[in-house]
């Protein structure tokens, strides 16, 4: 897939910018699927918080991502894909220009996108564009750190190693995500890795990595 790793979404221009690129035609032409499934394997997000993803609405913050001027917008929650059968799910994956996976918890994301088998049919999907905000993109990383491991059933911190660099994201938006922190994380992170703040993205095509930013960002290793 084409990979948009952000840690807030498409906060402004330079993003949005490369976001319409890899898309290849304008944004309101474009058919989208938002994931929001993160969200319920995190204590801080719930049935509001999903509600307002997908409905765009009423905080700013979402209009980074479901708010953007879809052509469709459509909701594609992974809990449900083992129930209902591959023969349903995957056509409408596969008539989505792009995934717009939200925040949440990276191992909750990463353990529903196996279980659902999205996973597995990721590698089929090379002109498909994932857009991640924060546990949207780390769940593609190698390793995500027990710094942000929050759901409990959680075997370790190992995502899908879709890349093979790891993200610190939220970069100096919370007290507990400073520089410092991220240095912290980073020493034991065991791959090369990036912090990145709310005006930053990771753009990944075919295996070439380049950072879209407007504010702060470092890598490491």
Request: charged share 20%; aromatic share 10%; glycine share 10%.
């Amino acid at each position: 897939m084409k990979l948009l790793l952000t840690s807030g979404g498409v906060t402004n221009p330079s993003i949005y910018s490369v976001l319409v690129q890899l898309l290849g035609k304008p944004i309101d032409e474009c058919h989208a699927l938002c994931v929001p499934t993160a969200q319920w394997g995190h204590p801080m997000c719930g049935p509001t918080s999903v509600r307002d993803f997908v409905a765009a609405e009423p905080k700013p913050d979402w209009q980074y991502m479901t708010g953007l001027g879809w052509a469709s917008l459509g909701v594609l929650e992974l809990t449900a894909l083992p129930t209902i059968g591959a023969e349903r799910w995957v056509p409408w994956v596969r008539k989505a220009d792009v995934l717009l996976v939200d925040g949440g918890d990276a191992t909750y994301l990463c353990h529903w996108m196996r279980e659902s088998g999205l996973a597995d049919l990721l590698p089929s999907l090379p002109d498909k564009v994932w857009v991640g905000v924060s546990a949207g993109s780390i769940v593609m990383t190698p390793r995500i750190g027990d710094y942000f491991v929050e759901w409990p059933s959680a075997p370790d911190d190992r995502t899908l190693g879709v890349v093979d660099f790891s993200i610190f994201p939220h970069l100096n938006l919370f007290p507990t995500n400073t520089m410092a922190d991220a240095e912290r994380w980073a020493a034991d992170i065991g791959v090369p890795a990036y912090a990145i703040d709310e005006q930053t993205a990771i753009k990944v095509v075919d295996g070439s990595v380049e950072v879209v930013s407007e504010g702060q960002w470092t890598k490491f290793g």
